[in-house]
């Protein structure tokens, strides 16, 4: 059969030019991680709120079930110092009527460190040794790059503007994603307002093309072969898809969030700060809708004051509190293994690659 | 040379499947519908604002200069009736010091109809006999539709969202077009909060053209070739671009308006509905800005009250008070003459095509 491959897949070995992209908080199960490296994308963990331990307990999970080269994810945005009482107390009172509602105690007060100390985490990524290795939410300092490059990484950062993806070349990284507006979870924004950084994929990802050298992995709406060809379109040399996996039974997502995603027929996705205090997108549900206009924490803190009501919903099977990141591309989502999916994938773009060629008339 | 050629482009004889979008308000002259169908792209007016009378001169323009095709497009919302005078008179408020700083007489109250009525321009496009007609915000009755179908036009709307797509299909539309988030200009919505109905031209497209059975044409941060070659990727037919053509000597847009949209480096457009009373997507100036919470009347009684404020800020080439429309990929566009922009776009779709065939390797 025909294979797809571009310079930068070709260099990680993938079946095909595609990533399934890192999503912490639950569906980047080493399970997921394994199935989609296998199968022949990169599988991808999503390590933000994981701890050193716990990262390397996962990694060595994935390397029992298969050789195939993975990627490790981190957050890299500063956290806060410790809340003033005020602060705290209204972003507690805000959140309390919904810990009585599932059952759960009084919400308590979340002191520093509200996420796992980011220095452990990359001496963690450095003991593990990924294939590749990626950041969200800012850069790395042009040693650090060096650093994991030097022990065989890819390194990449995430980009919603031009300006961000000249930045990660200046530093080195070996590669930019081109994170679009359509893409579901966390916006990867540190330059400008996350607000204004909200640019769809096709375009985002068009002018970061034009204007970096390194290579562009573009992510944000594509969910099928189609979408992949598009990117290829584009002059990316790899997609990133996460949304597509959630609904896979080795994603660890809550399962009313698989169901819901599964049911979609229209982008029901919008952006919220409420679950994490920074903006993510995902599909509105009565958390975003009556927590619009309340106070919040500074991110990671208001992720660690609404984590024991996630799980509870979650545990409840109840979508109302849980954080359902969702890509505004989630109705085309499918329930299948990852390596079915990763199978039909494949198909689709070869099918969507020779329609183009169709397309062209020799006169 | 080779051709790039779908059904949709084929049906209509166009050198590539490419239509130049309908910009009301000024850009899409006759010049311009001229130029881009002469060379082989569907040019397109955008007559939202334009009488009767006018619309058969400019077509008259055209077909002195070219026997190829063009589309006419229309805005089909209902407009408001008398505006009551506190509303008026705070949205009058509002502009005043503007009118003032443009050394303009204070503006008057507005009046209906504040466009010209929309039934007479349908009986306009009927003698015209383009084409192609399309409609934006909203669609037509099925009667209406075959009665231009009847004239041998096919006839478009504009869809954000699916359920706008299946509604045109249900209507007998010939095609849909699919506008993007990243689209220039007034968003098409009419079914959905248009907020909600930001969804991007990849997630976008992608979801339509799995939702209907009729062509689909995709609108919004496509810029050149490789944008094309995406839109085609992801199953549409035909991709339609504005913003591009906005700097050509042929338009009609502002010059202040031009000379900015080829020095951006970064997406600078927002959505407001300052300018016209419905959303619309341009580069952020001074006006949206300071008006942002403003009252404002209803489409498109706001459009006629601030109208001569537009003119005169065009007139002085001064940015502050012009609706300078544009897509999210605004930064790739150039100034080049439509024949040579066309050309270009051609070369670049051939050149992106080439590419992806060069991707697929057999084993």
């Known amino acids: 059969m025909a294979r797809v491959a571009t310079e930068f897949s070709g260099k990680l070995g993938l079946r095909l030019p595609l990533i399934a992209a890192p999503m912490a908080g639950g569906p980047s199960t080493p399970d997921l991680v394994a199935a989609c490296s296998a199968a022949g994308a990169l599988g991808s963990f999503g390590f933000a709120y994981t701890q050193p331990d716990e990262m390397k307990r996962q990694a ?13 994810n981190l957050f890299v945005s500063p956290q806060p110092g410790a809340i003033d009482p005020a602060s705290q107390r209204s972003a507690l ?6 810990y ?26 450095e003991e593990i040794k990924p294939a590749v290795f990626t950041v969200h939410l800012g850069g790395l300092k042009r040693e650090q790059v060096q650093r994991f ?7 990449g950062g995430s980009a919603n503007c031009v300006a961000e993806a000249k ?22 924004s540190y330059l400008r307002d996350p607000y204004q950084s909200l640019t769809g994929t096709l375009a985002l990802a068009r002018m970061i093309v034009e204007a970096v050298e390194i290579p562009v992995v573009a992510a944000g709406g594509i969910m099928d072969g189609a ?7 584009l002059g990316a040399e790899c997609a990133q898809m996460g949304t597509a996996f959630i609904p896979c039974p080795e994603s660890g997502a809550a399962q009313a969030h698989k169901d819901l995603l599964v049911k979609l027929t229209e982008d029901e996705t919008a952006i919220t ?7 993510a997108r995902g599909l509105v549900n ?8 309340s106070p919040q924490l500074a991110f990671p803190a208001q992720n660690a004051l609404t984590g024991k009501l996630r799980q509870a919903s979650a545990r409840a099977g109840k979508p109302d509190f849980i954080a359902l990141w969702a890509g505004q591309a989630a109705p085309l989502a499918r329930a299948l293994p990852a390596a079915e999916l990763i199978a039909a994938l494949e198909k689709e773009t070869l099918r969507a690659l020779k329609h183009l060629k169709g397309l062209v008339h020799e006169s």
């Open 60 to 72: 060595a999970l994935v390397r029992a079930k298969t050789d195939r080269p993975f990627g490790i």
């Open 93 to 98: 009172e805000a959140v309390a009527a919904y």
């Open 100 to 125: 009585t509602e599932m059952n759960l105690a009084k919400p308590e007060a979340v002191k520093p460190p509200y996420a796992p100390d980011l220095e452990a985490q990359l001496a963690a990524v």
């Open 149 to 155: 490059q030097a022990q065989g990484a890819l390194v």
């Open 167 to 188: 930045g990660l070349q200046a530093a080195g990284f070996d590669f930019v994603i081109a994170q679009g507006g359509e893409a579901g979870g966390h916006r990867g």
């Open 227 to 233: 979408g992949i060809a598009a990117a290829l379109a």
């Open 273 to 279: 700060e409420k679950f994490s205090g920074k903006p």
């Open 286 to 293: 009565r958390f975003m809708k009556e927590m619009a206009s």
